[in-house]
């Protein structure tokens, strides 16, 4: 367990955590789905993870993170939610462009230069898409968020996170406003057309289920809105 990962013992582990690994069994499927890449290939993987302690592995239950496992996941998105921000805020490239590049980063970083940036960036809590940095111990906040999508009438949310794996979808979250910190208001919402009208920034957008999709919030208390 000494020994520095392969890029793709990472790519599993990071993704079977995002996929709910660190609480419980995540299926081979699921994991396919989430890496593009065969089942069966994922089954072998996964019998190699488990030999090597990283996850527990049983075919009906799944995979799921070992406390190695889950240290070693928590690791690489650390440096991959950092080189996203140092992207943005440093470089200057669009919160669109990032995510590739920092796939490829995220397994060359050295201890010392994920220490770096995340000093030179002021030991952020958040990347360019507002996702939650783990700390440099291994721990990541928790909280409750709900899609953007399950908002009704006459509710207002607080844009918390964006899915950062769809560069068109972002260039159009931002060309409307939807970002990370941004309160939106739900003005209308019409079933029969699954179609949004929601207020942002001071103007009305409409948008359907598929056009919120990867937005996250938490809801605003009606007094607070009311307020602002």
């Known amino acids: 367990m000494a020994e520095q990962p392969s890029q793709a013992v990472q790519d599993y582990l990071k993704a079977i955590h995002h996929l709910g690994g660190a609480a419980g069994g995540v299926l081979p499927h699921q994991i396919a789905a989430a890496l593009r890449v065969k089942a069966p290939s994922v089954t072998g ?103 953007l999508s399950e908002f009704r009438d006459g509710e207002t949310a607080v844009i918390r996170e ?20 941004a309160v939106v208001h739900v003005r209308h919402y019409q079933p029969l057309d699954d179609l949004f009208e929601v207020e942002v920034g001071g103007r009305l957008v409409r948008l359907g289920s598929e056009g919120l999709a990867g937005l996250r919030g938490e ?3 009606a007094t607070d809105s009311a307020g602002g």
């Not at 928590?74 to 919160?95: G, N």
């Not at 769809?166 to 406003?177: D, M, T, V």
């Open 219 to 221: 809801l605003v208390p």
């Open 45 to 147: 993987m996964l019998k190699r993870l488990a030999d090597a302690g990283w996850v527990s592995y049983a075919p009906k239950d799944g995979a799921a993170l070992t406390p190695a496992g889950r240290a070693e996941a928590l690791r690489v998105i650390r440096r991959h939610r950092l080189v996203e921000l140092f992207l943005t805020q440093v470089l200057k490239l669009d919160w669109s462009e990032v995510d590739a590049e920092a796939e490829a980063l995220e397994h060359a970083i050295s201890p010392r230069l994920e220490q770096a940036i995340a000093a030179h960036l002021g030991e952020p809590l958040e990347d360019p898409h507002g996702h939650l940095i783990p700390s440099s111990t291994g721990e990541l906040r928790h909280r409750e968020l709900r899609r």
């Open 162 to 181: 964006a899915q950062d794996d769809n560069p068109a979808r972002l260039r159009h979250w931002q060309a409307h406003g939807l970002t990370p910190g």
